[in-house]
Structure formats: C-alpha cells, structure tokens
Nanobody
Framework: QVQLVESGGGLVQAGGSLRLSCAAS????????MGWYRQAPGKERELVAG???????YYADSVKGRSTISRDNAKNMLYLQMNSLKPEDTAKYYC????????????????WGKGTLVTVSS
C-alpha cells in the first residue's frame, strides 16, 4: 500500500505563492494518475489538478493559469506550485494516486494522503 504525505501548506497573503509537495512511500512509476484535491470548509472535495504518468495535465478552471502540477518519478514526488493565491483557495489539499488510467474521479483513486492546510488571507 503506497502511503502519501503532503507538505508545504501554511498561511499566505493573497497574491502570494506556495509549493505543495507529496512524498510517496514507494515508487510512483506505476501510478498512472496522480492528483491534487482540495476541500474548503463546508464544501465538497474537488479536483484541483491532475497529471498522468505520461505527463498530461488537467487543471480545474479555478486554478488554471495560476497553478502547475508536476511529478518526479525518480524522487517519488508530486508537486503543486500555486501562484497568485486568493482567499477562495483556502482549503485542505490532498494528494491522491490511481494505478490505472482513466479519470480523476475521487472514487477511483487508490491512495490518499491526509492533507495539508492552505490558508490565504485577504
């Protein structure tokens, strides 16, 4: 069972940047889909960005142009660079992975981290 541990969250002012990291306990070479999800207080968890083993990326409209997802298979790491942060980006951010190809549907993800909290002040 692959374990995922997120880091890099914190308190930042609006307009600032953060880089979230996700460390996997095993090789992510065979994890086809990896993604970042977030859950704001009182809201459902949502997909923020995803990346396939081949490097194809997906971004939610809310973060498109402000965020970059990347993965380093050699280091077993997933990253999310977030710029121009807004108060509405405040949420707990989760890293997740899926062995098979397909969508980033939450129910299809095989591995989840426990999350890292991002708070953006206005």
């Amino acid at each position: 069972q692959v374990q995922l541990v997120e880091s890099g969250g914190g308190l930042v002012q609006a307009g600032g940047s953060l880089r979230l990291s996700c460390a996997a306990s095993e090789s992510i070479f065979r994890i086809n889909r990896m993604g970042w999800y977030r859950q704001a207080p009182g809201k459902e968890r949502e997909l923020v960005a995803g990346i396939s083993s081949g490097g194809s990326t997906y971004y939610a409209d809310s973060v498109k142009g402000r965020s970059t997802i990347s993965r380093d298979n050699a280091k077993n790491m997933l990253y999310l660079q977030m710029n121009s942060l807004k108060p509405e980006d405040t949420a707990k951010y989760y890293c997740a992975g899926r062995r098979s190809s397909g969508t980033y549907y939450e129910g299809g993800m095989d591995y989840w981290g426990k999350g890292t909290l991002v708070t953006v002040s206005s």
